[in-house]
C-alpha cells in the first residue's frame, strides 16, 4: 500500500489482526521491506505489523539530496500518524536500527518495546570516508558496482556457500535500490552521533547482533549504556542476522515480545 507522509509517498505494507499491538519493522540500507518475510510469517498472528521501505528504498519515494536520521524519524512518525499508530513495537536493523535508537530518544512516548540490530552508535571519521567513497560511485556508475563488495562485506563466506538464493535475493535488493536513495541514507550512515542519548532510552530494550559482525563491539556500548537492556549475539551470524538465522532472531524477538 501507498501511504504519503512527510512530503513524500511510502511503500508499506501492513499485516495480522486489526486488534493486536503494533510491531514496525525498519529496513537496513540498500535492501526493502522483505527482507523481515520470515520475522512476520511467524508474528503476524499476535500483532498488528507495518513494514515500510525506508526513504529512498523499495517502492518509497527517493527525494533530492542528503538525508539525516532526524528525517528518517520525522519519516515514522509520519507514518505512524498517518496510520494513526499511537505507539508501537519498533524493530530496526542497520540503519533501521538508528533509526530505533533515535526514535525513542526524540519520541519515547511512540514506542513500547525497541529492538535495534546490527547497528552503531555513531560515526567515525574512517566510516564517513567509506560512506562518502560509496555514494560517489554509486552517483558515478549506478549501483552495480557495490552489489557484490557490499552483500560479501554483510555475509561470512560459509553462509554465501550454504545459502547462495539468500545471498543472491540480497544482491538483487542491493541492485534495484535508487541511487539517489542510497546517496541520501548513506550520508545519514556517514555523520550521525547518539551516544550523548542512550542512557536517556528508557524504554524495555533488546539488541540482537551476529556474532560475526562487525557492529558488535559498537552494539556492546549501546548494551551498556541503555539500562536494563539485554544483548543477544547470534553464532555465526553477521550483519544481516535476521537474514542468516531467522530462527534464532525470531524466538529471541517473540520472547522479548511476549514478556508481560
Known amino acids: 500500500m ?49 513494514r515500510y521501505d525506508q526513504r529512498g528504498h523499495g517502492g518509497t519515494q ?8 532526524e528525517l528518517l524519524v520525522a519519516d515514522a512518525v509520519a507514518l505512524f500518524d498517518a496510520l494513526s499508530i499511537e505507539r508501537a513495537h519498533f524493530v530496526g536493523i542497520s540503519m533501521g536500527g538508528v533509526t530505533a535508537l533515535l526514535l525513542a530518544q526524540r519520541h519515547p512516548q511512540r514506542v513500547d518495546r525497541l529492538v535495534p540490530c546490527d547497528c552503531g552508535a555513531g560515526s567515525t571519521p574512517a566510516s564517513a570516508e567509506q560512506w562518502e567513497e560509496r555514494i560517489a560511485i554509486a552517483e558515478r556508475e549506478g549501483m552495480e558496482p557495490l552489489v557484490d563488495a557490499t552483500a560479501r562485506r554483510w555475509f561470512p563466506p560459509e553462509f554465501v556457500a550454504a545459502h547462495p538464493a539468500v545471498f543472491d535475493r540480497v544482491r538483487d535488493m542491493i541492485r534495484t535500490t535508487p541511487v539517489k536513495g542510497f546517496a541520501g541514507c548513506a550520508t545519514a550512515l556517514a555523520n550521525y552521533d547518539l551516544r550523548p542519548g542512550l542512557a536517556s532510552i528508557g524504554r524495555p530494550t533488546l539488541l540482537i547482533a551476529g556474532a560475526r559482525d562487525a557492529t558488535v563491539p559498537a552494539m556492546r556500548q549501546i548494551h551498556a549504556a541503555i539500562a536494563g537492556s539485554r544483548l543477544v549475539e547470534l553464532e555465526g551470524a553477521g550483519h544481516l542476522s535476521n537474514l542468516e538465522d531467522p530462527e534464532a532472531f525470531t524466538r529471541e524477538l517473540q520472547r522479548f515480545l511476549s514478556v508481560e
Open 2 to 50: 501507498r501511504i504519503d507522509a512527510n512530503g513524500i509517498a511510502f511503500n508499506c505494507r501492513i499485516d495480522g489482526p486489526g486488534r493486536a499491538p503494533w510491531l514496525a519493522f525498519s529496513n537496513s540500507l540498500a535492501t526493502n521491506l522483505s527482507m523481515w518475510d520470515a520475522q512476520v510469517e511467524v508474528l503476524r498472528k499476535s500483532f498488528r505489523i507495518l
Open 62 to 69: 527517493a527525494s533530492a539530496g542528503r538525508y539525516d536520521f
